[in-house]
């Protein structure tokens, strides 16, 4: 009752792609008969996000919550510490002028 009700999506066209190879490949002499190396083939350089997978998204967001929540207990604490500082210093000077 409460689920959504998609609609069917149309069926693609079949496409059919020829997978025949070619029967003759032509070869071409070298220019010269010293021996060449092929070149290496091209790789992605790395970047800042090439390593980037869920795992790594996962440990980074987990470790901003950690420090967010050891931030805000700082915080806390040291508003504690100087309203309790405020308290004690207003009962010690009380205590001196009796």
Known sequence: ??????PEAPTPPIVHVST???TAQQHHAPACSCQH????APTRPAGALSGLNAGTVGAVVTVGIVLTALLAAVAVTAVSVAVAA?????LLASQRRR
Do not use: D, E, L, Q
């Open 1 to 6: 009752m409460f689920r959504p009700k998609y």
């Open 20 to 22: 025949a190879i070619p």
């Open 37 to 40: 190396t092929t070149a290496p």
């Open 86 to 90: 405020v308290v004690m210093r207003s």
